[in-house]
Structures are given as structure tokens and as C-alpha cells.
């Protein structure tokens, strides 16, 4: 997915897909597009956040209401360029599980998925929409035969969650490429479970099938095209998911309301029904109410006309008013008269008049962005990984090459010397020579690179400053020739000869500007993706020189602990021996041994 480390031009999948969405991000000035960035890993059905390694919280991979798949307390970076995706990506690269066996040098021990989120805003359009939308770059560990591999251990452990996972996934393809199969098994593994909405949900959903041309390889070939042919007959339906600002919510439902009460009045018109109300009712229309009732409760009119449901609302609230206030006069021992009773009109509330309205609840929103530079992440010490951090590296990259032993001022060891371990300075130079010479050449080829695209991008930004001061040279010449023209030359646009040539030069340069500026945002992006690459290689150089220098001085390392052992221990005894005693100490020392000896009873006494 990320390629390989020692060439730019053959970097992989997901460095490829950062770079044409930046690129299309700033081809879309109309729009604010929001991006943030998470990598997960699925090592032994345990998820682990790997862009923040000290992150000890439970990863559950759960499901919204909207049937939308998400990791609680997952991370997830906003990031503003392509550099800090791309750092971010090398980040979680570094802290992948990987280890070696027979068939492959590099091989990935888990399943990851690389997420990018994207929020989409239009700078032009008012309309409160926001849409929704993400990407999974999933990168799945390969099935493995053992009696191929010869694993055994961590990694036949490691080897059986792999297959395992893999076999859920297939069952999984082959439910939903069968139209007649009602239950998808999703929650079989994690793996599936997180890729519920990329596999059969409002997804378009894309397969890379990896296969080696070789006739020993033959069977795993097969069986890798027969997958890949049942991916094929998944269908999904894709559809664009837009969310809704309260605002925009807010002026949805006025609108809405708006058009019924218009249908509520045609159908009135068609029924034959007049000057009736659907708002709340003002003063005088609850007046004239107040009279209908008394006139229903003295007996006049044998019932009170039903018009519509605010009319009925509208009459339990008087009604709920008058029987507040009958309440009210026989506890105060005071009447109430009838003309009195006519003429009073009391403001029903909200809850008279219809009980409590409900009013639509906010959604909480996240927690603010976080803008700038993705932080750098401290040790990992889950399954051997290394710090993420460039400077943690090049200060471990230095601890190596200097003498542990410095500060005892012993004379520098033979690096073939049997006795006892060289110093790491002379083992550090003499590993990049033989075992380590491979990885030590592709870094300094990686340095060469990314010494040549510093140049590169150094001299652009020159030229881009040149072009700069050319382009405004021009515009003022420009302004200074429109100002000894006339003004009926400026109204009709009458150019000479002279300011049409300023003019073509003035595009020049700024077509030369817009290129040099081209230009050097590409080589920006490949000198971020060196330099990524080189602070990998350099970790992994350190790794490599560590494991070797354990295992060829192995022997030396315990005999040089063990003589400091007893180096100590002797330094003690001298300490005791150097502790003598004066005349009348051994006086003393003598008596009690004597008595001791002769008359342990009285020894109490005379000590």
C-alpha cells in the first residue's frame, strides 16, 4: 500500500491517493473541505490506534443509528496540506507489526485501515448542507500457508488470526454476492465488522487482488482470482449522505409549515369553511371565545362549535382559566360577577393552551479541530515497535555511536577482540560496512535524493521571487504609461504599441510565476515523501543494528557484566579491609573475645 522505500516514483496506493485528493481539494476553491486522517490496526482480533500509541482507552468498533461504522476513541488528526498526511501515514506505518519468515523479508502481521474523513462546505451557497463523506485504504495481511512459511511460535499464532479473519471476510463476499442469503455474518471478526459500510453499504467499493505469476505459487493464485471474482458480483448503491446545520434544519421546517397551512386553507376553500385559523388566537378572538363559553355554561347555546384543533385548544385553555380563577375567588372568600366574568380576559399560556410544545433537540457537536502539526508520539513498546518521532530517532541514532564506557576512561576495544564487546561507535561503523551495508546505502541514497529536491525547491522559490519582482516592475510601468494618456484614450481602451508589449510581458511572467509555483509544490510534495522515507530507514537501520550487535557479542555482553558484577563486590571488600582499627579498639576486641570464650554469662555485663 505505501510501495517501497527506496525509490519516490514507485511509491504505493495510499501516498498516490493523498496526493490526488490535496490536488483536488485545491482545484475546488468554491469549497471548504475539512479532512481528517485515522489509522487503525487489527493485530490478534485486538484493535490498536496507531497514530497515538499511548492511547490505553478500549477501541470498539461500533454503529451509528445511520447504520454509519465508526471506532470509539479512535484518533482522528485534521490535517491541512499534504505533508501532514503524509507524515501521519509514515507515523502509523513505523508502528505496524511486521516481521520476517521463509517466504517474505517484510510481512505484515495484522490487517490495517488507513480512514480519511472529508466535511464539504460550499463558500457560495447559503443552504447550511454539509456533505459527508469518507475513504478506507485497507490493507490486508496476506493468507499464509505454514507449511510454506515454516512459522512457528508468535508468528504460527499471529498466522492463524490472519487466515482465520480472512476466511470470515470471504464468507462474508459470498452472503452478500447471494441474493437469496438474508443474514450477513459482519460480526464474525472485527475485520468485517469494520468494513460493514465499505462492503455492502452506501459505498463504491474497489478490489486489488495481488497474485505472484509463478507455478509454484499456482494454488494461491487461483484461490486469490476465485475471491476476487466473487467481489466482483457485490452490488452496492451509493448514495451522496448531505447533513443539515440547525439553521438550515430551522429553515426547512418554516417552509414546511408555511405549505400546510396553504394546503389548509385550500382544502377550507373547497369544504366551504371560512375565516378559519390555524395561529394562535389574538385578543379579540379570545374575547369573542370567552363569550361563546359563558353562553354555553349559562345554558343559551346547547354546544360549542368544533372548527379545528387550534379552535379546541384554544376553548380548554379559557375553560382551564375560568376554573383557575372560580379556584382562586373561593379560597380569597370573594365572588366573581358575571359581567365582571365577561369582560376579564386572561392570556392563556402555552401550556393552557396546548400543553408544553416540543421543540427539536441540538445535536452536541465534537470536540474543536485541532490545527498544526500532528504531534510526535513517544515509544511504543507494543511488539517491538520503534518511536515515531525524527528526533527521538537521530538522538537514539547518536546514543548508538558513542562509548557506553566513556565515562570509566578505558582505552577503545579491538572490534576483533574475543574478550570483550567493542565499543558501539566502532561496531556501529564497522555493521554499515557488512550486515547492515544494505539498509545504510538506500539511506544515504534517500539523503542524495532529498539533498537534490532541497536544491531543487530552494532554487524554484528563487525563481518564483524573481518572476515576482518582474510582474510588479511591469504593473507599475503599466500604471505610469496610463497616466500620461488622456482621458477619452483610457474610456475607449486604446493600447500602443509600447503598452502592448509591457502587457505580453506581464503574461509571461506570470506564466512563468504560475509554473515555477507548479513546479515547486510537486517537488514539495516528493521532498516531504523523502523525507519520510529517510527517517523510516533511518529507525530501521538503528533496529537492525541493535538486534546485531546482541547477537554477535552476546557471549562478551555477559562476561562484561559479570566482571563489573564482581568488580563491584570487590570494590566493596577493599572498603571493609582499608577500615582498621587503633590500639584501643583491638583491646576492646580482644577482652570481648576472651570473655566470650571463658564466661559467656557475664558477657552482657561487661559489654
Known amino acids: 500500500m505505501t510501495g517501497p522505500s527506496s525509490d519516490y516514483n514507485q511509491r504505493g496506493l495510499m501516498p498516490r491517493c493523498i496526493e490526488n485528493i490535496f490536488q483536488e481539494i485545491y482545484n475546488r476553491p468554491e469549497q471548504s473541505i475539512t479532512v481528517k486522517v485515522a489509522y487503525m490496526e487489527i493485530y490478534n482480533e485486538t484493535c490498536y490506534d496507531l497514530l497515538n500509541l499511548q492511547n490505553d482507552k478500549d477501541l470498539q468498533i461500533m454503529e451509528g443509528s445511520d447504520g454509519h461504522i465508526f471506532v470509539r476513541n479512535l484518533t482522528q488528526e485534521v490535517v491541512e496540506n499534504e505533508e501532514q498526511a503524509m507524515s501521519l501515514m509514515f507515523e502509523g506505518e513505523t508502528n505496524r507489526a511486521i516481521t520476517e519468515h521463509k517466504m517474505n523479508k517484510q510481512s505484515s502481521r495484522s490487517h490495517c485501515v488507513f480512514t480519511i474523513h472529508f466535511e464539504i462546505r460550499s463558500r457560495v451557497e447559503s443552504q447550511g448542507k ?21 512459522s512457528s511460535g508468535q508468528t504460527l499464532t499471529e498466522a492463524k488470526y490472519i487466515n482465520k479473519s480472512l476466511t470470515f471476510l470471504e464468507q462474508v463476499v459470498v452472503a452478500l454476492s447471494s441474493p437469496a442469503r438474508d443474514h450477513i455474518p459482519y460480526r464474525q471478526s472485527k ?39 466473487r467481489m466482483m458480483r457485490v452490488k452496492n448503491d451509493a448514495t451522496i449522505n448531505v447533513h443539515l446545520s440547525d439553521k438550515a434544519l430551522l429553515k426547512q421546517y418554516e417552509q414546511q409549515v408555511r405549505e400546510l397551512k396553504r394546503e389548509l386553507a385550500m382544502h377550507d376553500q373547497l369544504k366551504g369553511v371560512n375565516q378559519v385559523s390555524y395561529d394562535p388566537y389574538n385578543e379579540q378572538q379570545q374575547i369573542e371565545l370567552r363569550e361563546d363559553i359563558n353562553r354555553y355554561v349559562d345554558g343559551q347555546v346547547d354546544e360549542l362549535p368544533v372548527k379545528n384543533l387550534r379552535h379546541i385548544q384554544e376553548t380548554y385553555g379559557q375553560f382551564k382559566v375560568i376554573i383557575l380563577n372560580l379556584k382562586e375567588d373561593l379560597k380569597n372568600g370573594k365572588g366573581a360577577s358575571q359581567g365582571d366574568q365577561q369582560n376579564e380576559v386572561i392570556e392563556p399560556t402555552e401550556e393552557s393552551a396546548g400543553g408544553k410544545q416540543k421543540g427539536k433537540g441540538k445535536q452536541l457537536e465534537s470536540d474543536g479541530f485541532s490545527m498544526g502539526a500532528a504531534r510526535a508520539n513517544p515509544a511504543f513498546s507494543k511488539k517491538g515497535k520503534v518511536p515515531s518521532s525524527s528526533t ?28 570483550r564487546p567493542p565499543n558501539k561507535a566502532q561496531a556501529y561503523e564497522h555493521f554499515k560496512l557488512t550486515d547492515g551495508k544494505e539498509s545504510f546505502d538506500l539511506l544515504k541514497t534517500n539523503l542524495s535524493q532529498q539533498k537534490e529536491k532541497k536544491s531543487a525547491y530552494r532554487k ?64 514539495k510534495s516528493e521532498l516531504s515523501y523523502t523525507t519520510n522515507l529517510v527517517t523510516k530507514i533511518r529507525a530501521r537501520l538503528v533496529n537492525e543494528f541493535d538486534a546485531w550487535y546482541a547477537k554477535k557479542y552476546e557471549k562478551q555482553l555477559k562476561q562484561q557484566a559479570n566482571s563489573r558484577k564482581q568488580s563491584r563486590v570487590s570494590k566493596r571488600t577493599d572498603v571493609s579491609n582499608d577500615d582498621t582499627l587503633d590500639d584501643g579498639e583491638k583491646f576492646e576486641l580482644m577482652q570481648k573475645q576472651r570473655i566470650s570464650a571463658n564466661d559467656p554469662s557475664s558477657y552482657s555485663f561487661f559489654a
Open 392 to 419: 527521538q530517532q537521530d538522538d537514539l541514532l547518536s546514543a548508538r555511536t558513542q562509548d557506553e564506557d566513556a565515562s570509566n576512561d578505558e582505552p577503545v576495544d579491538d572490534i576483533e577482540n574475543p574478550d
Open 130 to 150: 454539509t456533505i459527508l463523506s469518507k475513504l478506507n485504504l485497507v490493507d490486508l495481511a496476506g493468507s499464509e500457508r505454514v507449511g510454506k512459511t515454516h
Open 460 to 523: 524554484h522559490g528563487v525563481e518564483m521571487n524573481n518572476q515576482k519582482q518582474v510582474i510588479d516592475s511591469i504593473k507599475e510601468k503599466l500604471d505610469k504609461k496610463k497616466l500620461t494618456k488622456s482621458f477619452n484614450e483610457v474610456q475607449q481602451g486604446i493600447v500602443d504599441e509600447e503598452e502592448q508589449m509591457m502587457y505580453q510581458q506581464l503574461t509571461d511572467a506570470k506564466n512563468a510565476y504560475r509554473a515555477a509555483h507548479d513546479e515547486r509544490k510537486m517537488i
Open 191 to 229: 475485520l468485517t465488522y469494520m468494513l460493514k459500510d465499505s462492503l455492502g453499504g452506501n459505498s463504491v467499493t474497489t478490489m486489488i487482488a495481488n497474485i505472484w505469476g509463478e507455478k509454484a505459487q499456482l494454488e494461491e493464485t487461483l484461490s486469490t482470482l476465485k475471491f476476487a471474482s
